[in-house]
């Protein structure tokens, strides 16, 4: 079995920072790309970030400039870091890896989701 435990989330005031963590657990061969995924009430699922298992990165054009993401191949991490906070950057927050549990198994997951609000 595989796990994605994502931490960080929190109350912050407009301007502010957090920086979350997902962490990947259990049977992992190695772990494709990452990404981290939000969610605001009444809203869809959009993308924040994305980030290759060698590094490459994309952004969301409303997140660009503010967030890096980042990972820790050997302790199987990934990070968010989110500066200048914005009330619309309020929602929940998700982690999505693609883990490989063999050579030829691959399989996405999802966290749990930790809340970040913003407060202005």
């Known amino acids: 079995q595989v796990q994605l435990v994502e931490s960080g989330g929190g109350l912050v005031q407009a301007g502010g920072s957090l920086r979350l963590s997902c962490a990947a657990s259990g049977s992992i061969f190695s772990i494709n790309g990452m990404a981290w995924y939000r969610q605001a009430p009444g809203k869809q699922r959009e993308l924040v970030a994305a980030i290759s298992s060698g590094g490459s990165t994309n952004y969301a054009d409303s997140v660009k400039g503010r967030f890096t993401i980042s990972r820790d191949n050997a302790k199987n991490t990934m990070y968010l870091q989110m500066n200048s906070l914005k009330p619309e950057d309020t929602a929940v927050y998700y982690c999505?890896?693609?883990?490989?549990?063999?050579?030829?198994?691959?399989?996405?997951?999802w966290g749990q989701g930790t809340q970040v609000t913003v407060s202005s």
């Open positions: 999505n890896g693609k883990v490989r549990r063999s050579v030829a198994i691959e399989f996405g997951y």
